[in-house]
């Protein structure tokens, strides 16, 4: 049986790396333009960090312990991370990790579409001055 394949910050930061690579150099030729590039919405984003962080929370990965700027979350993101992990923690309590990882996807999805994606800055942000 093969080990399940665990997405880690470094991955993500290569494959991110890695594709941006990519679509730079492929603006260098001078062949006829291709479909247009897809782009996560702030919502998507949202959901995918949050959902992603809650999971490593819950099932103790590797990398739980970052702090909300690590994790790259906004302070609305870590908000609804934290909410969603508490409530993840008692549902694995009771009906187990699995039902825990379902609740985290649904209430990520659905609370990120209600926040447009939680995206705004956060309150330690401030401009150059």
Same mark, same amino acid.
């Given at each position: 049986? /093969?080990?399940?394949?665990? +997405?880690?910050? /470094?991955?993500?930061?290569?494959?991110?790396?890695? #594709?941006?690579?990519?679509?730079? #150099?492929?603006?260098?030729?001078?062949?006829?333009?291709?479909?247009?590039?897809?782009?996560?919405?702030?919502?998507?984003?949202?959901?995918?960090?949050?959902?992603?962080?809650? !999971?490593?929370?819950?099932?103790?990965?590797?990398? $739980?312990?970052?702090?909300? &700027?690590?994790?790259?979350?906004?302070?609305?993101?870590?908000?609804?991370?934290?909410?969603?992990?508490?409530? $993840? /923690? +008692? &549902?694995?309590?009771?009906?187990?990790?699995?039902?825990?990882? +379902?609740?985290?996807?649904?209430?990520? $999805?659905?609370?990120?579409? !209600?926040?447009?994606?939680? +995206?705004?800055?956060?309150?330690?942000? /401030?401009?150059? !001055?």
């Amino acid at each position: 049986m /093969r080990a399940a394949h665990r +997405t880690t910050p /470094r991955r993500l930061a290569c494959a991110a790396a890695l #594709l941006t690579a990519v679509n730079t #150099l492929a603006g260098c030729g001078h062949s006829a333009a291709g479909p247009a590039q897809h782009t996560d919405s702030p919502v998507q984003l949202c959901t995918n960090l949050v959902s992603y962080w809650a !999971d490593q929370t819950i099932t103790n990965g590797k990398w $739980a312990g970052l702090d909300w &700027e690590q994790k790259g979350l906004s302070n609305a993101q870590y908000e609804l991370y934290d909410d969603i992990v508490k409530a $993840a /923690r +008692t &549902e694995q309590g009771r009906h187990g990790t699995a039902a825990a990882r +379902t609740l985290i996807q649904r209430q990520s $999805a659905q609370r990120c579409k !209600d926040t447009d994606g939680a +995206t705004y800055s956060s309150e330690n942000w /401030r401009p150059p !001055d």
